[in-house]
């Protein structure tokens, strides 16, 4: 089994920046995708960035390419979401995922979730 645990969540003012991280443990050695997605209230969860964890491929949605990075320290087993230039439509809970095969297309494709953590974006 591999959890997931997110943190860094909080409450930041439009136009700041907030970092997130996911620490995975347990069976870690057979991870080989994790990613970020979020869900807004009333809306559906979608996916926000995503990488390789050797590094190799990195995929971001158009709605944070350029504002958001994800990055991973391969000795920690943990992958990072700077989050800069926040907008008050950012708002939502911030999920951690991860699969240790094929990068998927959809949610319910990950092989293992986080808890969440909420990020909240005021103006």
């Known amino acids: 089994q591999v959890q997931l645990e997110e943190s860094g969540g909080g409450l930041v003012q439009a136009g700041g920046s907030l970092r997130l991280s996911c620490a995975a443990s347990g069976r870690t050695y057979t991870l080989y995708y994790m990613a970020w997605l979020r869900q807004a209230s009333g809306k559906e969860r979608e996916f926000v960035g995503g990488?390789?964890?050797?590094?190799?491929?990195?995929k971001y949605a158009e709605s944070v390419k350029g504002r958001f990075t994800v990055s991973g320290d391969s000795a920690k087993d943990t992958i990072y979401l700077q989050m800069n230039g926040l907008k008050t439509e950012d708002t939502a809970v911030y999920y951690c995922?991860?699969?240790?095969?094929?990068?998927?297309?959809?949610?319910?494709?990950?092989?293992?979730w986080g808890q969440g953590t909420q990020v909240t974006v005021s103006s």
């Open positions: 995922a991860a699969v240790d095969a094929t990068i998927p297309t959809k949610p319910e494709q990950y092989d293992y």
């Open positions: 990488i390789r964890l050797n590094g190799s491929y990195i």
